[in-house]
């Protein structure tokens, strides 16, 4: 059976990563069917005929073959009620029988298909209870195609103020979504609106194609922006303030593509006019390199975590060391991305500066963050895995009941047994054994995808079953060979690949980058000419070419770098360039001040978090007493 084709046909919009989770499953549960079922052999074939001919026949005779198909498998009796009567349909009685399937276990796939059948039965008789009936269904389970299906009927119906929310709800999954948007929206202004919020700038441009509403400018000059046509933007946006000098939003939209059109001091004035948080926020960044002190001043008054890691760069910068203190205090109580990041560095200037009780303080705020490499960098101790007792086995109604639905053939059923109970009624012990199954196929990345959830940064304790599974080691043999090959610990090269594609062979950046260890098409040139081979672009995407070419950069770095994995794995994310440049800054004294001073915010993360990797691989894997990252 080739799965992946019927998966992507009955849910063209789900993520790849769940196709190909929920796609295997069902393969693992038809291996398990036999022994599920009771182990007889014959028995899911002769129940597989039993279907299809009830499938095939009369209302009255198809009720009788139901009931016996329920009887040879009990473990989807609800199921066979449900067909019974989707074959009696569209009988009073029959309508009252998949009220009793819904009633029966609400969360369902039956009760699913039961509200689906009833919505198109009132459908077609032109029922106002046929909306109801599709959002119970959705309710149940989220589908573009059925989001699709309602809005139509919505619009058949001429209520196109309802179609109009539903097409807008999956514009950005489906194309014929737009269509409908233009279609059923009455006023081509909000339609322009809504495509500009969605990035669909063309569009929304096209949208306004021959409206002459004054309103219109400044949605033409966002949409100009969003293509980068910033003086024509800068014309629209303009015009617009010379009726409404006081609409503030456009204004700031005005400053904003007058910044990146070089006239900063137009800009400058125009976020003064402003007078927000967002606009000072502008105004500081544009106002460092010329007025530090103005600067400083606008970035403390800002109410924004990012607004006092920019103020601590100029005292820095000054040598004020001691006034960043409570910056970055408040920095590392945020919720932001930077919290540890901020934690960490109150963590080291406060041991510069001798101040015992924020140092103690800092390292309880990095404490706090969960797992974390910079917490672990602070207290200079070994990591240890904060592992949980194993959990006992489960999923076994689940699983019994998936496995006799592809017993007859109904794999979509199953594949919906295991989509809606993840969503509805998720146990840990189920998705281990759901996650254990996948590893077990050599799918690494669909069973870190479960894992991942229990075991990793943001979580806490787990068994030990889902830490190896959140942290597998795929590809072995071509990751331990191209590691031998170019001296290199295939722990470091799982740690980046976790970052980089988690086991994706097929992962694709926006950017560019390509495969299990993202690599770019210039870098993939580049690697070639040094190699002095011929490595074809499509390479990119086959395992053995991709981890290759992963770990001789990775060994041209290490070697460039003089062994530094630090320095290594922020040059495979920002670029060998990037990291010298960034030593070269004077305020760089140690890799403390690195990790402070590093340019790209992407790249400080991306080394704390390839870090943490590497010490959880090591926890799980290494020899005892092997070092870790530096």
């Known amino acids: 059976m080739r799965i992946k084709p019927w998966i992507e046909t009955i849910m063209p919009s789900a993520p790849p990563f769940m196709n190909r989770i929920l796609g295997l499953a069902l393969i693992i549960l038809l291996l398990v069917a036999s022994s599920t079922l009771g182990g007889c052999a014959l028995r899911p074939r002769s129940a597989d005929a039993l279907y299809q001919t009830a499938r095939d026949a009369e209302p009255e005779r198809a009720e009788e073959l139901y009931v016996r198909l329920g009887e040879e498998l009990p473990e989807i009796e609800e199921y066979t009620r449900l067909w019974a009567a989707q074959a009696a349909m569209p009988s009073v009685d029959a309508a009252a029988a998949l009220r009793d399937v819904i009633a029966f276990r609400p969360q369902s796939p039956a009760a699913y298909e039961a509200h689906l059948t009833l919505a198109r039965h009132y459908a077609q008789l032109e029922a106002p209870r046929a909306e109801q009936a599709y959002r119970d269904a959705l309710a149940i389970r989220e589908s573009v195609a059925l989001h699709l299906e309602l809005a139509r009927y919505l619009e058949e119906r001429g209520d196109v103020d309802g179609a109009y929310a539903e097409y807008h709800t999956v514009l950005g999954d489906r194309p014929d979504?737009?269509?409908?948007?233009?279609?059923?929206?009455?006023?081509?202004?909000?339609?322009?609106?809504?495509?500009?919020?969605?990035?669909?700038?063309?569009?929304?441009?096209?949208?306004?194609?021959?409206?002459?509403?004054?309103r219109a400018l400044p949605l033409r000059g966002r949409a100009l922006a969003g293509l980068g046509r910033h003086e024509e933007a800068a014309e629209a946006f303009a015009a617009w303030l010379a009726d409404h000098p006081d609409d503030t939003e456009v204004k700031m939209e005005l400053a904003k593509t007058l910044e990146r059109l070089g006239r900063t001091d137009e800009a400058l004035d125009l976020y003064e006019e402003v007078d927000t948080a967002d606009s000072k926020l502008a105004r500081a960044g544009l106002l460092e390199s010329q007025d530090p002190e103005s600067a400083l001043e606008l970035y403390r008054e800002v109410p924004y975590p990012v607004a006092w890691w920019s103020a601590t760069a100029i005292l820095e910068h000054q040598d004020r060391l001691t006034e960043t203190l409570p910056l970055y205090r408040r920095v590392a109580r945020s919720s932001t991305y930077l919290a540890d990041d901020a934690a960490y560095r109150l963590y080291v200037l406060a041991d510069r500066l001798g101040d015992d009780a924020i140092r103690d303080e800092a390292q309880a705020l990095l404490d706090n963050v969960g797992l974390n490499w910079l917490s672990l960098r602070a207290r200079g101790s070994e990591f240890q895995l904060p592992t949980a007792p194993p959990l006992a086995p489960g999923g076994d109604g689940v699983i019994a009941r998936a496995a006799a639905l592809s017993s007859i053939g109904r794999e979509d059923l199953a594949h919906l047994e295991l989509e809606v109970t993840a969503a509805h009624r998720r146990t840990p012990e189920v998705d281990l054994a759901m996650a254990q199954a996948l590893a077990d196929l050599g799918e690494h990345e669909a069973a870190q995808a479960i894992a991942a959830e229990y075991a990793g940064p943001g979580t806490g304790r787990a068994p030990l079953a889902f830490w190896r599974l959140s942290y597998p080691r795929p590809f072995s043999e071509t990751v331990e060979s191209a590691a031998g090959t170019y001296n290199l610990d295939p722990l470091l090269v799982w740690s980046i690949m976790r970052q980089e594609?988690?086991?994706?062979?097929?992962?694709?950046?926006?950017?560019?980058?390509?495969?299990?260890?993202?690599?770019?098409?210039?870098?993939?040139?580049?690697?070639?000419e040094q190699m002095g081979e011929e490595i074809p672009p499509g390479a990119a995407f086959t395992p053995e070419a991709n981890v290759r070419m992963g770990a001789w950069f990775l060994r041209f770095l290490l070697d460039y770098f003089d062994g530094d994995l630090r320095l290594t794995v922020a040059a495979y994310n920002g670029g060998a360039g990037s990291v010298d440049a960034w030593l070269e800054d004077p305020k760089v004294s140690n890799r403390d001040d690195l990790l402070r001073w590093i340019g790209f915010g992407e790249t400080r993360e991306y080394v704390e978090r390839v870090s943490m990797n590497y010490e959880v691989y090591k926890a799980l894997y290494a020899d005892p007493g092997e070092p870790g990252l530096d």
Do not use: C, H, K
């Open 501 to 528: 594609s988690v086991f994706d062979a097929d992962a694709m950046s926006y950017v560019g980058a390509r495969g299990l260890m993202q690599v770019m098409p210039s870098t993939q040139e580049w690697i070639a």
């Open 177 to 214: 979504a737009f269509t409908g948007m233009r279609r059923t929206g009455t006023d081509p202004l909000a339609v322009a609106e809504d495509l500009a919020n969605a990035a669909w700038f063309s569009d929304a441009l096209e949208t306004l194609r021959g409206v002459d509403d004054p």
